[in-house]
């Protein structure tokens, strides 16, 4: 059976094409090994899945699904206690594509509530603990997702990213995580945290596990009016060579506020490019400092808006106020959020309120104008920017929780790109420390095949080895 | 900053019944975010115009024709309150 768990997605789903594996042994074998997950990756098992159709590509490789996404007649509670035992009557539409390629559900993994964190300590379903070492977090939000495919307890999962809710938990747990560009994936049946940010995208051992997902998930969609047609199929990565590619590394990203052995990493591994043919350059995002501050403007706003549906009456919790309707709304959702779901959305609210619309939230979106103009400048002479996904390796449970600016520093790297809506990727870039470290790849929109070519040619270099966390 | 009187009127727009702890903590990290974010106020954005949306989608409207949609039982399955075939709620007063 241990065989079997070290396989990746791609190389599973050919041993089942070739008659060497059935998909129910492998469904079993990892529904086995999530039964008995010491991590909290999980909020919910299948029991079985279908048996898949003789050409589906995906072979029946089962995947596991952050919670946020609706699956109909399953638990989908988004970690939030508002949600408890809520079963939706639809299915995400990412999550139907994949189960009609041929990757059934195995589980529902858990994250930060609503999407709202960056170690997963926020779930109300208990926190997520990091494989590489359980006294530490796995990232969020998509904390269980992550955590559940570096531990092989999972072959591979779908996330949502936001701010870096699938970057900065891939590196922390080191594996490819991508956040695609925006509106390539569809967001129906997501649990919406801020809809002009969020993404959905895979979770993967390697990079042409990613690739191979990211086929299955792209696409318009009449559900989400903000879907695009992708403009070309997403090619499995072939490139060996980083011959004629030129890449920035962003001053502002890489330097101050990233921890030293982080650090190293990211620059041995931009040696490491050079030795494949790449060229390497500085180049400047000066309005990146200050895409952590817009970002959480803009992101808050638009949650304190999303969030507005949790009131007691259509689905969800409710609690009984004094008799009238405003007291139950205050007191159901004062029951149902966690504290980092009411900051967020106070923060949200104060930032729209009268008075506060244009020197907040107004303001942030013309800071979002110049980061996008920002990268459209260095896409004029780069193909990629080049960064450390997180400025720090997974850090202790708890050592972050009683100060949420601290905690939003996690973000630093990742959020320039989401405010931009372009694709990127995260993958292994060695330890530090004894713990996983991610290099992030970004591109302009829809170069998601040059991106994972990219990350192809580099994960060969780096080999990096996973298996310990899969013990 | 935020006071403690901000905190209240924001938590009664949020329609969120806060504790009187959960006030003073609210009022302190509050405002302790609202001090990083004020970072933009150093830019010079005269002339910028913002961003709502990324990408460019025009007219994304799909054709308007009658199908099928959840049946009245689906969408009361999850109800707290169900009343008449509709939701129930308390009286707004």
């Not at chain 1, 899945?49 to 089962?62: E, H, N, T």
Request: hydrophobic residues 40%; charged residues 20%.
């Amino acid at each position: 059976m241990d065989d079997l768990i070290a396989l990746s997605g791609a190389q599973a789903a050919q041993r089942i094409r070739e008659g060497a594996l059935s998909a129910a042994e492998l469904f079993e074998a990892y529904r086995a090994r999530a039964a008995s997950d010491e991590l909290n990756a999980y909020t919910w098992l299948a029991e079985g899945a279908p048996v898949p159709a003789s050409d589906a590509p995906l072979a029946g490789v089962p995947i596991a699904v952050k919670d946020l996404f609706c699956t109909a007649g399953v638990p989908s509670q988004a970690g939030s206690r508002i949600l408890e035992g809520y079963c939706p009557p639809y299915t995400a539409t990412v999550v139907r594509s994949l189960a009609e390629a041929g990757a059934p559900l195995l589980g529902k993994t858990n994250q930060d509530e609503f999407a709202m964190g960056s170690s997963n300590e926020n779930s109300a379903y208990g926190p997520v603990l990091n494989p590489w070492d359980r006294t530490r977090v796995p990232g969020g939000s998509s904390g269980g997702s992550a955590a559940a495919v570096a531990a092989g307890i999972a072959p591979w999962a779908i996330g949502t990213d936001t701010g870096g809710s699938i970057r900065q938990p891939a590196a922390l747990c080191g594996i490819v995580g991508l956040k695609p560009t925006y509106g390539s994936v569809s967001r129906y049946g997501m649990i919406a945290f801020a809809s002009s940010l969020d993404q959905a995208g895979p979770f993967t051992r390697d990079v042409t596990d990613a690739a191979l997902l990211l086929r299955h998930m792209v696409g318009q969609d009449p559900r989400d009016s903000t879907s695009l047609s992708f403009p070309e199929e997403i090619e499995l990565p072939r490139a060996e060579d980083l011959r004629g590619i030129r890449l920035g590394v962003p001053a502002e990203l890489s330097g101050e506020g990233i921890e030293p052995g982080v650090l190293e990493r990211f620059r041995a591994t931009l040696e490491q490019a050079r030795g494949l043919g790449a060229e390497v350059e500085e180049c400047h995002l000066p309005h990146a400092p200050h895409a952590l501050a817009a970002y959480y403007l803009i992101a808050p706003a638009e949650c304190s808006s999303n969030l507005a549906r949790f009131d007691g009456v259509r689905y969800g919790k409710r609690v009984d106020g004094e008799g009238d309707l405003l007291s139950m709304y205050e007191r159901t959702r004062a029951a149902g959020f966690g504290p980092e779901v009411k900051r967020r959305i106070m923060l949200g609210t104060y930032a729209l309120s009268s008075g506060y619309y244009d020197a907040y939230y107004g303001r942030a979106q013309r800071v979002r104008t110049k980061i996008a103009e920002d990268f459209r400048a260095v896409f004029g002479r780069f193909d990629f920017v080049v960064t450390p996904t997180s400025p720090g390796v997974a850090f202790e449970l708890g050592s972050k929780t009683e100060d949420p600016l601290a905690m939003y520093l996690n973000d630093f790297c990742t959020v320039p790109m989401s405010l931009a809506g372009i694709p990127a990727i995260s993958i292994p870039n060695g330890l530090s420390e004894g713990l996983p470290t991610g290099f992030q790849i970004a591109g302009p929109a829809f170069s998601e095949n040059r991106i994972l070519d990219t990350a192809h040619a580099l994960e060969r270099v780096l080999a990096f080895d996973g298996s310990r966390a899969r013990s | 900053m935020i006071d403690r009187d901000q905190v209240l009127h924001v938590a009664r727009l949020a329609r969120l019944e806060l504790s009187g702890e959960e006030v003073e903590r609210m009022s302190e990290t509050l405002s302790k975010v609202l001090g990083y974010v004020e970072k933009i106020e150093e830019l010079d954005l005269e002339g910028v115009p913002p961003t709502s949306h990324v990408v460019d989608v025009v007219g994304a409207l799909r054709a308007d024709e009658p199908r099928p949609s959840l049946s009245r039982e689906a969408a009361l399955a999850s109800a707290p309150e169900v009343l008449d075939g509709g939701f129930g709620v308390p009286s707004p007063g």
